[in-house]
């Protein structure tokens, strides 16, 4: 995505992803989250501040309490948000590193290798 596209609608574009995470349809859950992930690649951390505490929040509930395809692409958003914000992420790592590690060790059947 063009970095100009994001500094022009972030104020418009990210809260209305961010309020579809909220959605009780999984689907529309899931692709809430990876419409996250394509946004905020390439972001400002500056830009990126004023959402991140939203985004994490809830992308860590659907990597914990979700069907599969909503913690993949929650997981996905947590990491492309993560990249973007730099050091804006570190208040959140301790809290992602529980979720990731007990992902890992409960998807271990051949459909999620």
């Known amino acids: 995505m063009q970095p100009k596209f994001q500094e022009t609608f972030t104020e418009n574009v990210l809260p209305s992803l961010i309020q579809t995470l ?5 689907r529309v859950q899931s692709h809430a989250a990876a419409a996250i992930t394509n946004f905020v690649e390439g972001m400002q951390k500056e830009t990126l501040n004023n959402f991140i505490t939203p985004i994490m929040q809830k992308c860590f509930e659907l990597a914990q309490n979700n069907i599969s395809i909503c913690k993949e692409n929650a997981i996905s958003a947590i ?15 301790k809290e992602s590193v529980p979720i990731l590690f ?7 059947t051949k459909e999620y290798k």
Do not use: M, N, Q, V
């Open 79 to 93: 990491a492309a948000t993560s990249e973007a914000a730099g050091d804006l992420f570190r208040p959140y790592f």
């Open 102 to 108: 007990d992902l890992i060790k409960k998807h271990t």
């Open 22 to 26: 909220f959605d009780p349809i999984p």
